[in-house]
Protein backbone atom coordinates (compact mmCIF):
# COMPACT_ATOMS: atom_id res chain seq x y z
CA UNK A 1 0.00 0.00 0.00
CA UNK A 2 1.06 3.65 -0.96
CA UNK A 3 1.55 6.01 1.98
CA UNK A 4 3.64 7.86 3.68
CA UNK A 5 5.71 6.66 6.85
CA UNK A 6 6.70 8.71 10.11
CA UNK A 7 9.09 7.25 13.42
CA UNK A 8 8.61 6.93 15.71
CA UNK A 9 5.42 8.13 17.03
CA UNK A 10 6.25 9.43 20.05
CA UNK A 11 10.06 10.53 20.83
CA UNK A 12 11.93 11.66 23.78
CA UNK A 13 14.81 14.11 23.76
CA UNK A 14 16.56 16.03 26.40
CA UNK A 15 16.77 19.90 26.66
CA UNK A 16 20.11 20.78 24.11
CA UNK A 17 19.98 17.86 22.43
CA UNK A 18 19.69 17.38 18.53
CA UNK A 19 17.08 15.19 17.13
CA UNK A 20 16.15 14.14 13.79
CA UNK A 21 12.71 12.99 13.07
CA UNK A 22 12.13 10.32 9.84
CA UNK A 23 9.81 11.46 6.71
CA UNK A 24 9.42 8.10 4.21
CA UNK A 25 6.72 8.33 1.32
CA UNK A 26 6.58 5.78 -1.56
CA UNK A 27 3.70 7.87 -3.52
CA UNK A 28 6.18 8.86 -6.11
CA UNK A 29 5.30 12.81 -4.86
CA UNK A 30 7.73 14.99 -5.77
CA UNK A 31 6.58 17.77 -2.76
CA UNK A 32 6.92 16.95 0.72
CA UNK A 33 6.34 19.74 3.46
CA UNK A 34 6.77 19.56 7.51
CA UNK A 35 4.48 20.89 9.92
CA UNK A 36 4.44 21.75 13.47
CA UNK A 37 1.05 21.30 15.16
CA UNK A 38 0.35 23.44 18.33
CA UNK A 39 -2.89 23.46 20.57
CA UNK A 40 -4.80 26.26 19.17
CA UNK A 41 -2.72 27.18 16.03
CA UNK A 42 -3.52 24.87 13.42
CA UNK A 43 -0.91 23.67 11.29
CA UNK A 44 2.60 25.74 10.83
CA UNK A 45 4.44 25.17 8.18
CA UNK A 46 8.23 24.58 8.82
CA UNK A 47 9.81 23.48 5.32
CA UNK A 48 8.95 22.38 2.19
CA UNK A 49 10.62 20.50 -1.06
CA UNK A 50 9.39 20.36 -4.44
CA UNK A 51 12.16 18.47 -5.64
CA UNK A 52 15.32 16.38 -4.85
CA UNK A 53 18.17 18.31 -3.38
CA UNK A 54 15.93 21.65 -3.23
CA UNK A 55 13.54 22.74 -0.30
CA UNK A 56 12.18 26.33 1.19
CA UNK A 57 12.13 27.35 4.20
CA UNK A 58 8.35 27.89 5.70
CA UNK A 59 6.83 29.93 8.20
CA UNK A 60 8.22 28.69 11.43
CA UNK A 61 11.74 27.18 9.96
CA UNK A 62 14.49 28.57 12.63
CA UNK A 63 15.65 26.04 14.69
CA UNK A 64 14.91 23.17 12.26
CA UNK A 65 16.87 21.71 9.49
CA UNK A 66 16.47 19.26 6.17
CA UNK A 67 17.69 17.48 3.52
CA UNK A 68 16.40 16.11 0.49
CA UNK A 69 18.82 13.64 -0.92
CA UNK A 70 16.21 11.10 -2.13
CA UNK A 71 12.57 11.91 -3.38
CA UNK A 72 11.29 9.63 -0.88
CA UNK A 73 12.56 10.91 2.13
CA UNK A 74 12.52 14.09 3.97
CA UNK A 75 14.15 14.07 7.44
CA UNK A 76 13.75 16.88 9.67
CA UNK A 77 16.17 17.95 12.49
CA UNK A 78 15.25 19.42 15.47
CA UNK A 79 18.23 21.47 16.58
CA UNK A 80 19.03 22.63 20.12
CA UNK A 81 18.27 26.33 18.91
CA UNK A 82 14.87 25.44 18.48
CA UNK A 83 13.11 27.04 21.69
CA UNK A 84 10.11 24.83 22.43
CA UNK A 85 10.38 22.39 20.41
CA UNK A 86 7.90 19.98 21.96
CA UNK A 87 5.04 19.95 19.45
CA UNK A 88 3.29 16.99 17.78
CA UNK A 89 5.12 17.05 13.84
CA UNK A 90 3.65 15.68 10.74
CA UNK A 91 4.44 15.06 7.02
CA UNK A 92 2.53 15.23 3.95
CA UNK A 93 3.15 14.95 0.44
CA UNK A 94 1.32 16.09 -2.87
CA UNK A 95 2.29 15.53 -6.40
CA UNK A 96 0.96 18.28 -9.33
CA UNK A 97 -1.02 21.50 -8.85
CA UNK A 98 -4.28 20.77 -8.28
CA UNK A 99 -3.83 17.69 -5.89
CA UNK A 100 -4.60 17.79 -2.02
CA UNK A 101 -2.31 16.60 0.42
CA UNK A 102 -1.68 13.18 2.08
CA UNK A 103 -0.53 12.96 5.65
CA UNK A 104 1.74 10.43 7.12
CA UNK A 105 0.68 9.44 11.12
CA UNK A 106 2.92 12.33 13.10
CA UNK A 107 5.47 12.08 15.53
CA UNK A 108 5.25 13.23 18.91
CA UNK A 109 7.99 15.02 20.40
CA UNK A 110 8.48 15.59 24.07
CA UNK A 111 11.98 17.36 25.47
CA UNK A 112 12.27 16.71 28.73
CA UNK B 1 0.61 35.44 2.23
CA UNK B 2 -2.91 33.97 1.91
CA UNK B 3 -4.81 33.78 5.39
CA UNK B 4 -7.56 31.01 6.19
CA UNK B 5 -9.79 32.05 8.91
CA UNK B 6 -11.75 29.60 11.24
CA UNK B 7 -13.43 31.60 13.64
CA UNK B 8 -15.33 28.37 15.47
CA UNK B 9 -12.86 26.79 17.57
CA UNK B 10 -15.90 24.76 18.97
CA UNK B 11 -18.95 23.75 17.90
CA UNK B 12 -21.37 20.48 18.92
CA UNK B 13 -23.96 18.84 17.26
CA UNK B 14 -26.33 16.09 18.62
CA UNK B 15 -26.40 12.92 16.80
CA UNK B 16 -28.24 12.69 13.51
CA UNK B 17 -28.64 16.13 13.40
CA UNK B 18 -26.59 18.99 10.74
CA UNK B 19 -23.78 21.12 11.61
CA UNK B 20 -22.57 23.94 9.49
CA UNK B 21 -18.94 24.99 9.92
CA UNK B 22 -17.19 28.02 8.86
CA UNK B 23 -14.08 28.96 7.12
CA UNK B 24 -13.19 32.02 5.61
CA UNK B 25 -10.06 32.85 3.55
CA UNK B 26 -8.19 36.09 2.08
CA UNK B 27 -6.55 35.92 -1.42
CA UNK B 28 -6.12 38.20 -4.30
CA UNK B 29 -5.99 35.09 -6.63
CA UNK B 30 -8.37 34.40 -8.93
CA UNK B 31 -7.99 30.07 -9.28
CA UNK B 32 -7.21 28.32 -6.22
CA UNK B 33 -8.48 24.74 -4.13
CA UNK B 34 -10.19 24.86 -1.31
CA UNK B 35 -10.19 21.47 1.11
CA UNK B 36 -11.29 20.19 4.79
CA UNK B 37 -9.42 18.04 6.39
CA UNK B 38 -10.67 15.80 9.24
CA UNK B 39 -7.99 14.86 12.18
CA UNK B 40 -9.58 12.46 14.90
CA UNK B 41 -8.26 11.43 18.04
CA UNK B 42 -5.66 9.36 16.48
CA UNK B 43 -4.45 12.52 14.61
CA UNK B 44 -4.35 11.07 11.27
CA UNK B 45 -5.21 13.75 8.83
CA UNK B 46 -8.19 12.73 6.83
CA UNK B 47 -9.03 14.42 3.52
CA UNK B 48 -12.75 15.09 3.85
CA UNK B 49 -13.58 17.03 0.52
CA UNK B 50 -12.28 19.52 -1.88
CA UNK B 51 -13.09 22.33 -4.12
CA UNK B 52 -11.82 24.05 -7.35
CA UNK B 53 -12.58 27.49 -7.35
CA UNK B 54 -13.78 27.62 -11.08
CA UNK B 55 -16.15 25.34 -10.44
CA UNK B 56 -19.68 26.86 -9.62
CA UNK B 57 -21.26 24.29 -8.33
CA UNK B 58 -20.53 22.84 -4.35
CA UNK B 59 -18.60 19.67 -3.96
CA UNK B 60 -20.66 16.81 -2.04
CA UNK B 61 -19.19 13.66 -0.63
CA UNK B 62 -22.02 11.51 0.83
CA UNK B 63 -22.87 13.21 4.19
CA UNK B 64 -20.21 16.39 3.62
CA UNK B 65 -21.00 18.76 1.27
CA UNK B 66 -19.89 22.61 1.34
CA UNK B 67 -21.12 25.71 0.71
CA UNK B 68 -18.80 27.82 -1.67
CA UNK B 69 -19.13 31.39 -1.94
CA UNK B 70 -16.24 32.84 -4.18
CA UNK B 71 -17.37 36.39 -3.59
CA UNK B 72 -17.90 36.49 0.33
CA UNK B 73 -14.49 33.96 -0.05
CA UNK B 74 -16.31 31.83 2.60
CA UNK B 75 -15.87 28.14 2.42
CA UNK B 76 -18.15 26.22 5.08
CA UNK B 77 -18.95 22.48 5.53
CA UNK B 78 -22.17 20.90 6.22
CA UNK B 79 -22.49 17.37 7.82
CA UNK B 80 -25.44 16.00 7.71
CA UNK B 81 -27.28 13.33 9.62
CA UNK B 82 -24.11 13.42 12.00
CA UNK B 83 -22.31 10.35 13.49
CA UNK B 84 -20.36 10.10 16.92
CA UNK B 85 -17.33 9.15 14.40
CA UNK B 86 -17.70 12.58 13.00
CA UNK B 87 -15.77 13.97 15.89
CA UNK B 88 -12.74 15.37 15.33
CA UNK B 89 -10.63 18.71 14.89
CA UNK B 90 -11.59 19.92 10.92
CA UNK B 91 -9.16 21.97 9.30
CA UNK B 92 -10.25 24.55 6.15
CA UNK B 93 -7.59 24.87 4.03
CA UNK B 94 -6.48 26.66 1.07
CA UNK B 95 -3.86 25.92 -2.06
CA UNK B 96 -2.98 28.13 -5.30
CA UNK B 97 -3.49 26.96 -8.48
CA UNK B 98 -0.81 28.15 -9.54
CA UNK B 99 2.88 25.76 -9.29
CA UNK B 100 4.66 28.44 -7.84
CA UNK B 101 5.49 28.28 -4.16
CA UNK B 102 3.17 25.02 -4.01
CA UNK B 103 1.83 26.11 -0.58
CA UNK B 104 -1.07 24.98 1.78
CA UNK B 105 -2.53 27.49 4.41
CA UNK B 106 -4.42 25.62 7.21
CA UNK B 107 -7.04 27.31 9.71
CA UNK B 108 -6.61 26.97 13.35
CA UNK B 109 -9.27 24.50 13.12
CA UNK B 110 -12.64 23.77 14.55
CA UNK B 111 -13.41 20.86 17.28
CA UNK B 112 -16.78 19.18 16.82
CA UNK B 113 -18.51 17.20 19.65
CA UNK B 114 -21.09 15.31 18.87
CA UNK B 115 -23.85 14.01 21.75
CA UNK B 116 -24.93 10.95 21.74
Known amino acids: DGGITQSPKYLFRKEGQNVTLSCEQNLNHDAMYWYRQDPGQGLRLIYY???????QKGDIAEGYSVSREKKESFPLTVTSAQKNPTAFYLC???????????FGPGTRLTVL | AQTVTQSQPEMSVQEAETVTLSCTYD???????LFWYKQPPSRQMILVIR??????QNATENRFSVNFQKAAKSFSLKISDSQLGDAAMYFC?????????????FGTGTSLTVIP
Open chain 1, 92 to 102: ASNVGSDNEQF
Open chain 2, 51 to 56: QEAYKQ
Open chain 2, 93 to 105: AYRSAWYTGNQFY
Open chain 2, 27 to 33: TSESDYY
Open chain 1, 49 to 55: SQIVNDF
